[in-house]
């Protein structure tokens, strides 16, 4: 690793890194918000030489080239990918927001890396968001690796942070978190702080000092080698604790002195099998340095320890139709098997894919399957396409850099896939392929929007359907009881990032109006009413009149209609008329204008006229009659109920379930779940809930996550009911 020069063999006389999947790393950058993840990468990229030194991409621009979005909101919002090389091995690092409501991105550059770099703050430590995503990398068995950034900042301890990091990530291990280098420390300046000036390396006590801009590598001084010794008798201990070799242990404790080699190779296996996770420290380079702190180590660690696509797991593979498949990882020679993990939209090139190759090879103006399911309830149709690709590049900030074609295992951006979505499997059109869906976070805050002008209202549609077709963490619903076209979002942050991208990216302008849940009415008791329609005002008339009981049903029955005339009072042919009208004036509501429910309406009686009785005469007396039995009667509102699960952390569970309690909601009770948490059950009004999903992050400080599902419509309080008959009678 950075301890050992040429960790990884050279790239002369081998295939370049686009050519074989052994020389690809596929790297993700994990952090909270703030936490450096972006400098980090162009701290490696400078190392790397992909930069010059005044930090710009070699051909302009700058390598942290985000759309105008982020720059205007001074927030990463998007996956990005930063392809460098280092000793013969080209290195994919995805980027990714850490910010809570593009948690999307995130899992989508999970998907496409085979490993993790969890990069933390010295300042600001390890949040509950970090700690989670830790431990669904650990579910899967992704290697790890820390990096603890902003080192330069007051009061930032190395070790400190560390111990922290054991804590948060090690479990029942603590041991398999250790430092891989200790910072090295320059003399103290005026306030008290002595920066970081290079590392040292224990298992070869050897410096590394960054001092001059350059790594130059050196021996301790006698004053600093027992430091040094115990860090490096920890460190060992760790590494072999996690060796597959059982005796090495036993050898050790008995005395032995195991050869370097060894022990990095062990190294590199523990890490590799995600058993072992070692701490690095980084920081950026200074002005006019070519090498930040930590880089050469680290890019040494991604390349020696981080495992090769070879190594990652097939997803599961199907047929379009379902049968399972299956597929050797990573053969290039293989069928083609590729998953589009991000789409976004370039005003001169349109459409670009970044797509992460699993099985074969893909290339240029090659005519492959496009396959996208199992997301239609997000707005995402189900749709099989044959598409011609164009181009294949690769992305360096704003540039597109082109390539030949791209092998299993690499990363690569595909032109002009214009029914491609994110999460879209690509496969050959002979052998249509379907990879199983990475786990999408659930949206949970509505959005409520309407066009601005006719204009907007003309482009709205298109402009929604590309917007979800790019993030499939937001669910696009047209609400067939309240007619309002819903967005949603993760958060408020991811919200106001769609609304901009409608506006700037596709020339649409929207309002945001209140959100409305799907309300009714209901009978609460036995009523009934008579429908009189009759008009006689020369030429031909108007006659109809039917008498009806209402009564409740139970939740769920709908409207009942029964027909018990007798005597044929109401002709035969007019019967469904009378119903057709009951249903129409349910449809409207009697009360509030929310669609009536649960009742069974049953014709008594009537009267009808031989010349002026009519269908739309009966339709409009059953109608009148539902009306005056409604005003006869009391009539509840309803409201729908939701079933809400929320894991929560331990520490926050009696504030969570009051504040459950103080929406209206009924505990149905708490079970533990394993990492201290507690899953709290409860029912809870929908119309309480519309901005839980960012109430619940502020109550338990980002850690807690919630899924909620429609349990049934229930009678809502008086007091809260009449409130809401007196709004809508107002807006009508």
Same mark, same amino acid.
């Given at each position: 690793?950075?301890?050992?020069?040429?960790?990884?063999?050279?790239?002369?006389?081998?295939?370049?890194?686009?050519?074989?999947?052994?020389?690809?790393?596929?790297?993700?950058?994990?952090?909270?918000?703030?936490?450096?993840?972006?400098?980090?990468?162009?701290?490696?990229?400078?190392?790397?030489?992909?930069?010059?030194?005044?930090?710009r %991409?070699?051909?302009?621009?700058?390598?942290?080239?985000?759309?105008?979005?982020?720059?205007?909101?001074?927030?990463?919002?998007?996956?990005?990918?930063?392809? %460098?090389?280092?000793?013969? *091995?080209?290195?994919?690092?995805?980027?990714?927001?850490?910010y809570?409501?593009?948690?999307?991105?995130?899992?989508?550059?999970?998907r496409?890396?085979?490993?993790?770099?969890?990069?933390?703050?010295?300042?600001?430590?390890?949040?509950?968001?970090?700690?989670?995503?830790?431990?669904?990398?650990?579910?899967?068995?992704?290697?790890?690796?820390?990096?603890?950034?902003?080192?330069?900042?007051?009061r930032?301890?190395?070790?400190?942070?560390?111990?922290?990091?054991?804590?948060?990530?090690?479990? @029942?291990?603590?041991?398999?978190?250790?430092?891989?280098?200790?910072?090295?420390?320059?003399?103290?300046?005026?306030?008290?702080?002595?920066?970081?000036t290079?590392?040292?390396g224990?298992?070869?006590?050897?410096?590394?000092?960054y001092s001059?801009?350059?790594?130059?590598?050196?021996?301790p001084?006698?004053?600093?080698?027992?430091?040094i010794?115990?860090?490096r008798?920890?460190?060992i201990?760790?590494?072999?604790?996690?060796?597959? @070799?059982?005796?090495?242990?036993?050898?050790?404790?008995?005395?032995?002195?195991?050869? *370097?080699?060894?022990?990095?190779q062990?190294?590199?296996?523990?890490?590799?099998?995600?058993?072992?996770?070692?701490?690095?420290?980084?920081?950026?380079?200074?002005?006019?340095?070519?090498?930040?702190?930590?880089?050469?180590?680290?890019?040494?660690?991604?390349?020696?320890?981080?495992?090769?696509?070879?190594?990652?797991?097939?997803p599961?593979?199907?047929?379009?139709?379902?049968?399972?498949?299956?597929?050797?990882?990573?053969?290039?020679?293989?069928?083609?098997?590729?998953?589009?993990?991000?789409t976004?939209?370039?005003?001169?090139?349109?459409?670009?894919?970044?797509?992460?190759?699993?099985?074969?090879?893909?290339?240029?103006?090659?005519?492959?399957?496009?396959?996208?399911h199992?997301?239609?309830?997000?707005?995402?149709?189900?749709?099989?396409?044959?598409?011609?690709?164009?181009?294949?590049?690769?992305?360096?900030?704003?540039?597109?850099?082109?390539?030949?074609?791209?092998?299993?295992?690499?990363?690569?951006?595909?032109?002009?896939?214009?029914?491609?979505?994110t +999460?879209?499997?690509?496969?050959?059109?002979?052998?249509?392929?379907?990879?199983?869906?990475?786990?999408?976070? @659930?949206?949970?805050?509505?959005l409520?929007?309407?066009?601005?002008?006719?204009?907007?209202?003309?482009?709205?549609?298109?402009?929604?359907?590309?917007?979800?077709?790019?993030?499939?963490?937001?669910?696009?619903?047209?609400?067939?009881?309240?007619?309002?076209?819903?967005?949603?979002?993760?958060?408020?942050?991811?919200?106001?990032?769609?609304?901009?991208?409608?506006?700037?990216?596709?020339?649409?302008?929207v309002?945001v109006v209140?959100?409305?849940?799907?309300?009714?009415?209901?009978f609460? +008791?036995?009523?009934?009413?008579r +429908?009189?329609? %009759?008009?006689?005002?020369?030429?031909?008339?108007?006659?109809?009149?039917?008498? *009806?009981?209402?009564?409740?049903?139970?939740?769920?029955?709908?409207?009942?209609?029964?027909?018990?005339?007798?005597?044929?009072?109401?002709?035969?042919?007019?019967?469904?008329?009378?119903?057709?009208?009951?249903?129409?004036?349910?449809?409207?509501?009697?009360?509030?204008?929310?669609?009536?429910?649960?009742i069974?309406?049953?014709?008594?009686?009537g009267?009808?006229?031989?010349?002026?009785?009519?269908?739309?005469?009966?339709?409009?007396?059953?109608?009148?009659?539902?009306?005056?039995?409604?005003?006869?009667?009391?009539?509840?509102?309803?409201?729908?109920?939701?079933?809400?699960?929320?894991?929560?952390?331990?520490?926050?569970?009696?504030?969570?379930?009051?504040d459950?309690?103080?929406?209206?909601?009924?505990?149905?009770?708490?079970?533990?779940?394993?990492?201290?948490?507690?899953?709290v059950?409860?029912?809870?009004?929908?119309?309480?809930?519309?901005?839980?999903?960012?109430?619940?992050?502020?109550?338990?400080?980002?850690?807690?996550?919630?899924?909620?599902?429609?349990?049934?419509?229930?009678?809502?309080?008086?007091?809260?009911?009449?409130?809401l008959?007196?709004?809508?009678l107002?807006?009508?």
């Open positions: 690793m950075g301890d050992k020069a040429n960790v990884h063999p050279g790239a002369a006389g081998r295939a370049t890194a686009a050519d074989r999947p052994a020389s690809v790393r596929n790297v993700v950058l994990v952090g909270h918000s703030g936490s450096g993840k972006t400098t980090l990468v162009e701290a490696l990229a400078l190392t790397a030489g992909a930069l010059n030194r005044a930090g %991409v070699e051909d302009g621009g700058t390598l942290s080239d985000y759309d105008e979005i982020e720059h205007r909101q001074q927030r990463s919002v998007q996956l990005s990918l930063v392809p %460098v090389e280092w000793d013969g *091995i080209k290195i994919n690092l995805l980027d990714t927001p850490g809570a409501d593009f948690v999307g991105e995130l899992r989508a550059g999970l496409a890396a085979d490993a993790a770099l969890f990069v933390v703050s010295a300042s600001d430590g390890v949040d509950g968001s970090t700690r989670m995503v830790w431990e669904e990398c650990a579910a899967v068995g992704m290697p790890r690796a820390i990096v603890i950034t902003h080192l330069e900042a007051a930032a301890d190395f070790e400190e942070m560390t111990r922290r990091c054991a804590e948060a990530f090690g479990g @029942d291990d603590p041991d398999a978190v250790l430092p891989l280098y200790l910072p090295l420390h320059g003399p103290q300046g005026p306030d008290g702080h002595a920066p970081v290079g590392l040292v224990p298992l070869t006590q050897k410096l590394f000092d001059t801009g350059e790594r130059k590598e050196s021996e001084g006698e004053d600093q080698l027992p430091g010794e115990e860090a008798n920890r460190l201990e760790g590494i072999i604790s996690e060796s597959e @070799d059982e005796t090495l242990m036993d050898r050790y404790l008995g005395g032995e002195q195991v050869d *370097i080699k060894t022990l990095i062990d190294l590199e296996r523990a890490v590799a099998r995600g058993s072992f996770f070692p701490v690095l420290a980084a920081a950026p380079a200074a002005e006019g340095a070519r090498q930040g702190i930590g880089t050469v180590e680290l890019l040494e660690l991604i390349i020696g320890g981080f495992p090769t696509p070879f190594e990652h797991p097939m599961g593979v199907t047929t379009v139709d379902g049968k399972p498949r299956e597929l050797k990882a990573c053969d290039t020679e293989g069928p083609l098997v590729a998953e589009v993990v991000k976004s939209s370039d005003p001169y090139v349109g459409r670009i894919s970044l797509v992460r190759v699993f099985s074969g090879t893909l290339r240029p103006d090659q005519t492959v399957h496009v396959s996208g199992g997301l239609a309830d997000r707005g995402h149709e189900d749709h099989d396409v044959d598409e011609k690709i164009g181009a294949l590049s690769m992305p360096f900030g704003k540039q597109q850099r082109p390539v030949t074609h791209a092998v299993a295992g690499d990363l690569v951006c595909v032109a002009k896939l214009g029914r491609a979505e +999460g879209d499997t690509l496969s050959a059109k002979e052998d249509p392929l379907l990879m199983e869906p990475w786990q999408m976070p @659930d949206p949970l805050l509505p409520a929007i309407q066009a601005h002008s006719k204009a907007d209202e003309d482009k709205l549609s298109q402009g929604l359907a590309r917007l979800v077709a790019e993030d499939p963490t937001m669910r696009l619903e047209q609400n067939p009881d309240t007619h309002q076209v819903v967005l949603w979002c993760l958060g408020e942050a991811h919200a106001d990032v769609a609304l901009e991208r409608l506006r700037s990216r596709y020339g649409v302008q309002d209140p959100h409305k849940v799907s309300l009714r009415e209901t609460a +008791g036995r009523s009934a009413g +429908g009189r329609h %009759v008009k006689q005002s020369g030429g031909h008339g108007q006659y109809a009149i039917c008498e *009806i009981e209402v009564e409740p049903l139970p939740g769920g029955s709908g409207v009942e209609f029964v027909d018990k005339v007798v005597g044929g009072a109401v002709p035969r042919q007019f019967i469904p008329s009378v119903e057709k009208g009951v249903r129409a004036q349910a449809a409207k509501g009697v009360a509030a204008g929310y669609p009536l429910v649960d069974r309406v049953t014709l008594l009686d009267k009808a006229h031989s010349v002026d009785s009519s269908d739309a005469a009966f339709q409009t007396a059953g109608a009148l009659a539902l009306r005056e039995a409604a005003a006869d009667a009391t009539i509840h509102l309803l409201e729908p109920v939701a079933e809400v699960s929320v894991l929560v952390g331990d520490e926050y569970v009696g504030a969570v379930m009051s459950l309690s103080a929406r209206r909601g009924r505990l149905l009770g708490t079970e533990q779940v394993s990492g201290g948490r507690t899953l059950r409860a029912e809870v009004p929908e119309i309480e809930i519309g901005r839980y999903a960012i109430d619940l992050r502020s109550l338990s400080h980002g850690t807690a996550r919630f899924s909620r599902s429609y349990a049934r419509h229930e009678p809502m309080p008086a007091q809260v009911g009449e409130k008959r007196q709004e809508a107002k807006s009508q």
